[in-house]
């Protein structure tokens, strides 16, 4: 698990502070870690091409440039002059190497490293900036950023293939709409330790290593040993089938369908029930749900989890509990930010701010909130963690209904709500990743069939 901070600003005075680093000296490291990402990845006599803003961090690309230069094919393209204090002194050291300045984009170049902006960019771009990146991202090189691509809140980021962070990991390249421009994520030092640099954080990155599977190591065991959860079956029971198999296939020692009436030519595994069974240990609703009414008596003294269709349902709030896990796409969270009085908001908005609003809801509701996404967040009291291996193939109808059966298993088996969120998300992403089909075939059975193989 790493930290992700909103900005680091802070980090770097006090790292001034504390650690006697100068700006300058802090700058240099950054310089060091590019140049040592680069060196350990291109060939010798690599064609180089960095873009520089005439800020600190295209000072951070002259100091590059100039470590980099002899070994490899350096030029450096100047989209603005220098104007910072160290981007003038970066760039006058660079000049005593007589490495080459252009004044247009070549036609190619091996590798292109974008120090334009940094993390400290906001607003609109202008059309020249927005043409060039255009240019670049069409050419088949390396993409470096560093810091935080280039443009990265306009319609025309640049694309990287590696984004090189200084001193700390940005919440902003963890945003769902930064998936496709911020690549390979890469935390570069300073001149001391991350675990000295860093302070404290409110936001968590999830790894594959902080995965704990639901492991038996008791032989001497049962069924019962392993938990009772209870789907509840709508009118699409499909929903509820393939969380009920995945609930089975991630440890849960028996899973029920509530139903209302019998469910014929159904899978054998799952056992169905009329009522709410006596010795149940989690129950998970709103999966292809429809129409069909829950009894909040269901949800007293038990673990739970919310999804789908109830996430619209103005009775959530009476099931506002700290036992819950709730389990919202954007827009079903659109939805919910309006029933716990958030005001209407658009999805856009919400995409452009998942974590600040993820953040509000969970200070309000009293359990876990998933946020499902193209980085899901999971969320409690304000604290944050987010979990960036799903792919792509998880955009599929029934995805959505297997992540609620892997969580509420875990919930059925004694872990806390936000340990079977956190372990429930990882174990779901990385399950698609055990799929080695073309990645817009997967489906849910595939995902399940993954979880044996984590």
């Avoid at 969970?362 to 499902?372: D, Y």
Wanted: glycine letters at 10%; proline letters at 4%.
């Amino acid at each position: 698990m790493q930290k992700i901070f909103n900005a680091t600003d802070i980090l770097d005075r006090r790292a001034r502070e504390k650690f006697l680093l100068s700006e300058e000296i802090l700058m240099e490291n950054a310089a060091r870690g590019i140049a040592e990402f680069i060196k350990a990845r291109a060939a010798k006599g690599a064609d180089i091409l960095f873009l520089c803003g005439g800020g600190n961090n295209g000072a951070d690309g002259f100091a590059a440039a100039r470590m980099l230069a002899g070994r490899f094919s350096v030029s450096v393209f100047c989209l603005y002059p220098p104007k910072s204090p160290l981007a003038k002194l970066q760039f006058s050291r660079l000049q005593t190497l007589n490495v080459k300045t252009v004044q247009s984009l070549p036609k190619s170049a091996d590798i292109y490293i974008d120090c334009i902006m940094g993390s400290g960019q906001k607003g609109a771009i202008d059309n020249d900036l927005a043409k060039l990146l255009l240019a670049v991202n069409a050419q088949k090189s390396v993409k470096i950023a560093c810091d935080i691509p280039t443009a990265i809140y306009s319609p025309t980021p640049f694309k990287a293939d590696f984004t090189l962070c200084m001193g700390a990991l940005k919440t902003v390249l963890f945003e769902d709409f930064a998936k496709d421009f911020a690549g390979e994520i890469i935390c570069c030092d300073l001149g001391v330790d991350r675990s000295g640099f860093e302070d404290k954080a409110d936001i968590f990155l999830l790894e594959k290593s902080d995965l704990v599977l639901p492991m038996r190591e008791r032989k001497n065991s049962n069924k019962g040993d392993f938990g009772h959860l209870v789907v509840v079956s709508g009118g699409k029971e499909g929903a509820s089938a393939l969380s009920g198999l995945s609930a089975l296939g991630f440890g849960a020692g028996l899973v029920s369908l509530l139903v209302k009436e019998k469910i014929f030519k159904f899978n054998p595994s799952l056992m169905q029930t009329f009522s709410m069974p006596p010795k149940a240990t989690a129950i998970i609703a709103g999966m292809g749900l429809g129409k069909r009414e829950i009894d909040l008596s269901w949800f007293e003294n038990i673990p739970f989890l919310i999804d789908a269709d109830l996430c619209h349902d103005i009775k959530i709030k009476k099931l506002n509990s700290p036992d819950c896990v709730i389990t919202p796409h954007v827009k079903e969270f659109a939805s919910l930010l309006d029933i716990f009085g958030f005001g209407a908001q658009s999805v856009e908005e919400i995409r452009q701010k998942r974590f600040f609003w993820a953040r509000e809801f969970s200070l309000k509701f009293k359990g876990v909130l998933v946020l499902k996404g193209a980085n899901t967040i999971i969320a409690q009291n304000g604290i944050l963690y987010v979990c960036p291996l799903g792919s792509q193939a998880l955009a599929k109808g029934g995805s959505g209904d297997v992540l609620a059966g892997v969580i509420g298993a875990l919930l059925a088996q004694g872990r806390s709500p936000l340990d079977a969120a956190a372990n429930g998300v990882l174990a779901h992403a990385l399950a698609s990743l055990k799929f080695e089909g073309n990645n817009y075939a997967l489906t849910p059975e595939d995902l399940i069939e993954g979880l044996k193989w984590l």
